[in-house]
Structure formats: C-alpha cells, structure tokens
C-alpha cells in the first residue's frame, strides 16, 4: 500500500503544481522519486509532528494541497491540537496521512499502537476519514480527497498486501462490495479486509455465502447502503482493528439506534484495553478473536440463527 501511495502520489503531483509531501522524519526510500521529482515541494520537519501540521496548515492557507505523513499515532494523537485549531477549524485542504494504523506495529509498544485514529479524526468538524484496505483502493481514492474542499485523514498499510478483487470501484462515500452473498453481511474497514476475505473462502467451501463489504470511508458513512443491506440480511457483523469507541463500530451502531435496526448486530474487534506484550499483529487478532478463524466462526453462528 505504501509503493502504491507514493507511486499515485507523485503521479498526481506531476499534474499539480500545487501538491506538496511534508512528513516527520520518515519514508526514506519510500518517497525518493516524489523528492527527486520535486525537490522545492518535499519538506522533512524532522521529528516534530505539531511542526509538521503547523507548515503542512501554513502552506495550504496559502493555496497549496498538503500532504502531512508519519506513523499513524504520531500524525494523529500526538498533533491533535494543530489538527483541530489549525487543519479542521479553518478547514484547510489538508490530506493528513497515517501509516500502519491499529496493531501493525504492535511489537513496538502502545507508542506506536494506532487503534483510537479513526475516532480521533472523526471527531473533529469538516474532517473526512479514510481507511482503504489495498493498493487498488489507495490509488482510486487519494485523487478523490485531492478533490475536497476540506482536510481528510487516510491510513496506509506496510508493503505487500495482496489487491482484492472487488465487485465495484472504490468511490469516497460509498461502501465497496467484496463479495456477494445472502443472509448475513460482514462489514470491515482498513486492511482487516483481508482476513474477511480469507474467512470468507473458508466459508464459501461449507456453503455459507455472506455478503463482505469495505466500507473504507468511515466519515462521512453510507448508510444508504447500510439501510438496504440491513433489509436483506439477519445479521451485520462489523469487523474492526479499533478500539470499541469512535471507529466503524461506533458510527454504524449509532446510526442503527437513530434509524432502527431491523437485523442483529455483532462486533468483532480489539476490547477496550492497552494492547500489551508487545505481540505480534496476528497474535493480537487471535488472542482478541477477529481474525479469519473468529470472523468465520461468528459468521457460521449467526448462519446458523
């Protein structure tokens, strides 16, 4: 996802003038040929992140469309206040990027633990929140928060993940379909995609066909899509790499208490607790019971229902 973020972007900067990549200290070797490129527009505020929000706000109030990049935790958590005072309020065109949100850097301590972002974002006025799940869903949907009005807050994975096949392109807004199915629906956000589409295959295999959604725009939510998905099936399950508070959880939940929910709704996804130990990402999925096994186990009982 990172290849395809920095390939995408520097594509999109040769086309606009006014693109610029200011980031804390990180992505060498990563974004080499964007710096290569455009060396006047590639800025390294070092290891100060409110630094970086204030240049990245700063630039942009002057007519440039800013890229802010660092580990989630530090583009998020650390510079909230900048982000608030000096992205959302005067809402400036600024794409603040997150890289390896949740546990992907689990080993290295809740420092760098990211599962509180989407919440943090969401929570602030004017600010939209992204969270794709492949390469392919990076490269059609950073264009499309170039396009915005306002500031945007989307997250990036390591390298290598696989590309899913998908049954429709990825529009900023709108759920994505994975994969078609019937009775019950399992809704993911971010990269654990791909542990639903592994569940998923194992299901397939014993006859059980659940519809998989990406809704990789957690704000603003499509509950156009939740709504007629909702009439359809006798169960959503939301999977997510987040904590219970503010994430996709929180928003389809909240929306399913204002509009009343006809089907069941099940979480699966990180309990409300520091992640310690210092385990691996796919420990911490097994151990909090949402990876492939649990997600197709919660989907066999709630074929069964």
């Not at 040769?14 to 992505?27: E, K, M, N, W, Y």
Request: glycine share 8%.
């Amino acid at each position: 996802m990172r290849k395809a973020f920095s390939e995408t972007l520097t594509r999109l900067a040769a086309a606009d003038p006014r693109i610029a990549f200011v980031t804390g200290d990180l992505g060498f070797q990563v974004f080499d040929e964007f710096e290569n490129s455009f060396p006047g527009r590639y800025i390294n505020a070092g290891v100060a992140e409110a630094q970086m929000i204030y240049t990245a706000a700063g630039m942009a109030s002057e007519g440039w469309k800013t890229v802010a990049y660092s580990i989630a935790s530090f583009a998020t958590a650390r510079p909230f206040e900048q982000i608030r005072y000096c992205v959302a309020y005067p809402n400036l065109p600024v794409i603040l990027v997150g890289a390896g949100r949740g546990y992907l850097y689990s080993t290295s301590g809740v420092s760098h633990h990211a599962a509180d972002d989407l919440a943090l974002m969401s929570a602030l006025p004017n600010m939209t929140v992204v969270a794709p799940g492949d390469p392919c869903e990076i490269e059609q949907l950073l264009p499309q928060l170039f396009a915005l009005n306002g500031p945007a807050y989307c997250t990036v994975g390591r390298f290598g993940e696989p590309s899913y096949l998908a049954e429709e392109p990825a529009v900023l807004g709108k759920a994505r379909l994975l994969r078609k199915g019937e009775k019950v629906a399992i809704i993911g956000t971010g990269e654990i995609a791909n542990e639903i589409l592994k569940a998923y295959d194992v299901l397939t295999a014993e006859g059980i066909t659940p519809f998989v959604y990406q809704m990789h725009t957690v704000k603003p939510l499509d509950t156009a899509t939740l709504g007629e998905l909702s009439q359809k099936v006798e169960t959503l399950i939301v999977v997510e790499e987040h904590v219970p508070y503010g994430g996709m959880w929180s928003a389809v939940a909240d929306w399913g208490v204002r509009e009343g929910l006809p089907c069941r709704l099940l979480r699966l996804g990180p309990p409300d607790s520091f992640a310690l130990g210092n385990l691996k990402q796919n420990e911490l999925r097994k151990r909090w019971k949402f990876d492939a096994t649990a997600i197709a186990d919660a989907c066999r009982t709630a074929w069964r229902r």
